[in-house]
């Protein structure tokens, strides 16, 4: 077969290769929003910050202090995660394991951990803004959807209302951030004051 007869094979099989994606594109697209995206940028840091903290476990376990304190502190998650509430439980979840390994770190090693429960209940803040924020955009989501199902728009009040909501936790949500870092700052350097480069811990 010669190349000239090979053209409108070629045209044909791009032709449809086209009208396949053409047909798929309305699937495949939803699956590649920036929400999804996002979605998965997140759960892949998650799983960094897992690997941090058990890293910093190692790091304890064989005494290097000053590598487990860093790796302890990378090992917190504050970034926005409203996606799910399941994703959100595991985040906190994931924070109170790091908050844990403080603690045990000030059981066996000169620490002071005055700013823990500062810590803790900043963390506890940040899970609930978060929950409210996510329930809030699944209510408007809701309502939105009822509406527009029986042909309706929804009322300006209520948008108004969802949004001022909105705007509020996001608000509260910067704060906390804020008093997050500003709280583990204070509490690493309280450790790290208690620490010298020839102390040792081993943990049992």
Known sequence: MTF?????????????LYAIYVLAKPIIRPMFTSFQIGSLLRKSKLKKKLSSLDQARSELLQGNLEAALILIEDSFF??????SHNFLDAVYDHNFEVLS??????????ANLSQLPNLERLIQDRFQIQKDLLE??????LIKQKRSSKGKQTPEWALSE??????EAKSLLLRNQKDLEISCDLL???IRSLHTPDDEVTFH
Do not use: C
Not at 78 to 83: E, G, H, R, V
Not at 101 to 110: C, F, S
Not at 162 to 167: A, D, G, L, Y
């Open 4 to 16: 000239l007869n090979l053209i409108p094979a070629l045209l044909f099989a791009v032709a449809g």
């Open 78 to 83: 504050f970034d926005p995660s409203l996606y």
């Open 101 to 110: 390994l403080i603690i045990q770190l000030g059981k066996n090693y000169p």
């Open 136 to 141: 809030n955009s699944f209510a408007e989501k």
């Open 162 to 167: 969802f949004s001022k909501k909105t705007t």
């Open 188 to 190: 690493f350097k309280s």
